[in-house]
């Protein structure tokens, strides 16, 4: 069983690479450096307003100083650090995974399956490379929970957070689902634990599935698609202080 991985290269996803190589069925992962922060403050302001897209990059710039030093311990007290650079298989740097050298460089590797987290959307000609189809591992408990900062909503909205594996179509994240859990969270976790339990939960799931089809096959698609539930965007600044007020009553 041939499996390519598409992610952004950080320790999380180092993680998740090295979980599947453990499978011994990771052939190739595509590396896809992402989006700069004036990118997104531009897609953003676009759908959703110029006033939105500051709360959402102001989220974010306030994020990687108030917040480093929770994360890195979270990090370290939830996921081992492997270097990605260290994953046995062939891999490929690029700017988004819709190039046409990711495109080449999949195709190659002719995989039965693509394991997808936190990219960009993906164009239909690369999702639908694979002999079976492409699986996201998305951080939110679905059809509830569709788009970005999912564990996030969940818990403004006091609903469940959770994880899951889908396929991918058009419509992000709402192609049929093949597993799900819900996270069981304590009353002194924080959205990034939260965030961290689902991954950590996801990344069980997703080799799961991986092994299941090296050992008895693909389970078999039925083609269904939720298209009702509401996509979330990014938080903002503004999102984050209602929610820490809110859990500190």
């Known amino acids: 069983m041939n499996l390519v991985l598409l992610a952004k290269p950080n320790r999380l996803t180092a993680y998740l690479a090295n979980r599947l190589g453990e499978t011994g069925c990771l052939k190739g992962v595509v590396w896809e450096e992402g989006r700069s922060s004036w990118q997104s403050f531009l897609n953003v302001a676009k759908r959703e307003g110029a006033a939105r897209a500051v709360d959402v990059i102001a989220y974010q710039l306030w994020a990687k100083v108030g917040r480093r030093g929770q994360f890195a311990r979270e990090l370290d007290r939830f996921v081992p650090a492997p270097a990605y650079q260290q994953v046995a298989c062939k891999s490929i740097d690029v700017g ?7 495109r080449e460089f999949i195709e190659r590797l002719a995989p039965d399956m693509i394991l997808v987290h936190a990219t960009g959307l993906i164009n239909r000609d690369i999702y639908e490379i694979p002999a079976w189809c492409s699986v996201n591992l998305h951080c939110g408990y679905l059809p509830l929970f569709r788009g970005h900062d999912s564990t996030f909503w969940a818990m403004a909205a006091e609903a469940p957070v959770g994880v899951t594996l889908h396929r991918v179509v058009r419509r992000a994240d709402a192609g049929e689902i093949f597993s799900r859990a819900e996270i069981s969270l304590e009353p002194g976790d924080s959205d990034i634990t939260a965030w961290l339990k689902a991954f950590r939960s996801g990344v069980d799931q997703a080799c799961k ?18 298209s009702t539930h509401k996509a979330y965007s990014y938080r903002g600044l503004s999102d984050y202080l209602a929610l820490d007020r809110k859990r500190s009553q």
């Open 96 to 102: 988004s995974v819709n190039d046409s050298g990711a």
């Open 209 to 226: 599935l991986v092994l299941r089809a090296r050992d008895r096959g693909f389970p078999e698609l039925t083609g269904q698609q939720d």
